[in-house]
């Protein structure tokens, strides 16, 4: 099957330093997608840790797939879509929608095998991702807030996904600094590790 690596309708881009950038992909409606195994080799992977406080991937892991931990991160800001996973015992289907996203242990985690997702309601990730000619060598820790937080440590930046200050990017933020997210106003939190 031919498809293009991507496939969307629209991405705008929203530039955050040289090395990163935040994208807004809206996929295209009842689409099914086959994103292959080892796609991920643009993104530095991280030392795995097993998931454990966010559930839609724990939920996964648990049921036996197969993750890896990369400096990324998506997060579901509408729509939905199927995302089907491959277990050790077939084929595990898990629905996507608003909040659901991929961070915990300061990245992001992507299936480690193949999976396929299908598009629905225009589905729209906001992701981190690094730029294809990534130059610094430095190492990025990500966090996802969705309730008003302090910051533990310093932090490079805090993109807000959705809510009122949607695609805004507020720099340099000092450590006890508070984060204004809620359920509806997702923050993407970036620092130096």
């Known amino acids: 099957m031919i498809q293009h690596i991507n496939p969307t309708v629209s991405e705008d881009i929203v530039p955050i330093s040289g090395d990163l950038e935040v994208r807004y992909s ?19 992977p991280l030392a795995f840790v097993s998931p454990t406080t966010n559930r839609v991937i724990a939920d996964m892991y648990d049921a036996g797939v197969a993750w890896d931990l990369h400096e990324h991160v998506s997060v ?3 729509g939905r879509a199927d995302y089907l996973f ?7 289907s898990q629905e996507w929608s608003f909040g659901f996203h991929n961070v915990e242990n300061g990245g992001g985690y992507l299936p480690a095998g193949a999976f396929t997702r299908h598009f629905f309601d225009d589905f729209t990730l906001c992701c981190v991702i690094q730029k294809l000619k990534r130059t610094s060598g430095l190492r990025y ?53």
């Open 76 to 78: 579901a800001i509408g």
């Open 141 to 193: 820790h990500f966090e996802v807030f969705t309730a008003p937080a302090l910051l533990k440590a310093n932090a490079l930046f805090v993109h807000y996904a959705t809510g009122a200050r949607q695609r805004q990017t507020d720099f340099e933020l000092a450590a006890g600094q508070l984060i204004e997210a809620s359920p509806t106003d997702i923050a993407i939190i970036g620092s130096i590790s």
């Open 86 to 92: 491959t277990g050790p015992d077939g084929e595990i």
């Open 26 to 44: 809206l996929f295209k409606n009842d689409i099914a997608y086959v994103r292959p195994a080892g796609s991920w080799r643009l993104w530095p």
